[in-house]
Each structure stands twice: as C-alpha cells, then as structure tokens.
C-alpha cells in the first residue's frame, strides 16, 4: 500500500510529463501492487455475486492518464487509482463497486480513499423505474438500506427539494423518492487497508446494488 501512496504523492507534485515519463518505472510498481489488491477484491466480490464471475483486473481499472478534454485543472495525470467492479466491466452500463485510492483530502472527489457501490450518474429512465419501485415496494428499499454497513451511506448530491411529479407527496419513502443518483459512498483506513474488511461493506451492499442493476435491465427491456 505505502508503495502506491508514494508514488501518487510525488505524482500529485510533479504532475508534468518529463517526471511522469522519467519514473514510468515507479509507476508501473505502483499499478502493479494496486492490481493486486484489485485481483483480491475480485475473488472476495466473486464469493458472494456470482455476477462478476469472469471479470478481470483490466476490465475494471482505469487509465492513470487523463482525457485532457475534460481535464479542468490542465493536469494530464490522475492522483489516484480506481477499479470500478461491475458485471461485464466498468463499460457495460450495470452499477457496481468502486474502490479509490488517491492523495487528496477532504470529501470532494477524488479524495483520499474511499468506497462507492451503485453509478454517480443514474439515466433519466432507469431514475423512474426505480422510483416507483420505491414507492410501490412496500418498504423494501428501506429495508436494503437500514442493513448496510454502518460506514455507507446515501449519495445526497442533487437530490431534489420537491418531490418528483406524478409521485405521492405524502409518501413514507419521500427522501428516497426525491434522490438523483443511488450510489453509496464511505471511507476506509488506507494507513492499515484490510481486503476482507472492504469484501464485507461490499457485501452488505449486494442487495442494493441488485435492486439497481433489476432497474437497468427491466430498462433495457422496455425502452
């Protein structure tokens, strides 16, 4: 862990291409020692959904270069690595578990370290779909939520001040009815990272991430 902590430490100091390229092999060290920890968390994952079966380290982490297109600050590298742990992989559209490790601070991405399971954009289609899932579900969203690890909690960003139309508003599930992205998000200690500690939050999250991924599919279905 302390070998990719480095690394991205002097990188977030010297974020230009002659250091880059002039430590390419620090670097390759540090995706090394960061793929590994993504192999564990793949066969923890596999253990208790099936879904991820066949998914491989390359079809869930990303490219520390930056699509200088939509690089804001100019920087062409990213300070962090990531894994985004999904059934077919990070492209196939489904939600699934997010694991960060980076050098910035504070709760504003990308921060440190930290853990998401769901999509941090949901389509306007499958937002719906799952609404009325929730409104109609008889508590079981609530229920999904009240049984996660207490170190997860709900995406609150853009969620709406009105509840949505065509939706009761007097409705027991309002707060989750007026929110605009399911994810969940929490932090861990990558001073002393445990795998196993991760592999459980993220299995408290499995029936979440089942009742999104039902709303992608029953979308694709329909529309």
Same mark, same amino acid.
């Given at each position: ?35 590994? +920890?993504? !192999?564990?968390?793949?066969? &923890?994952?596999?253990? #208790? %959904?099936?879904? /991820? $079966? ?75 779909? +799952?609404? !009325?899932?929730?409104?109609? &579900?008889?508590?079981? #969203? %609530?229920?999904? /939520? $009240? ?77």
């Amino acid at each position: 862990m302390e070998t990719i902590l480095r690394f991205l430490r002097q990188l977030e100091k010297n974020n230009n291409k002659p250091w880059f390229d002039s430590h390419k092999n620090e670097y390759k060290e540090a995706r090394a020692h960061f793929n590994v +920890l993504v !192999e564990k968390l793949l066969d &923890g994952i596999t253990s #208790f %959904d099936p879904s /991820i $079966k066949g998914v491989g380290v390359n079809d869930c982490t990303y490219r520390i270069y930056k699509d200088m297109r939509f690089s804001k600050d100019g920087l062409p590298y990213k300070s962090h690595f990531g894994a985004f742990i999904a059934k077919g992989g990070r492209k196939s559209g489904y939600s699934g578990y997010y694991f960060h490790i980076g050098t910035g601070s504070g709760d504003e991405y990308p921060c440190r370290s930290f853990l998401a399971v769901g999509n941090y954009y949901t389509e306007p289609k499958v937002l719906k779909i +799952l609404r !009325e899932d929730i409104e109609l &579900g008889g508590g079981d #969203f %609530d229920r999904i /939520i $009240k049984k996660l690890h207490p170190s997860l909690s709900l995406d609150q960003d853009q969620k709406l001040k009105r509840m949505p139309l065509g939706f009761d508003p007097e409705s027991p599930y309002i707060e989750y009815i007026k929110l605009k992205n399911f994810c969940l998000s929490g932090s861990f200690d990558d001073s002393n990272l445990n795998i196993n500690e991760i592999v459980e939050i993220f299995k408290s999250a499995k029936p979440f991430l089942d009742y999104i991924n039902r709303a992608i599919e029953y979308s694709r279905e329909e529309y």
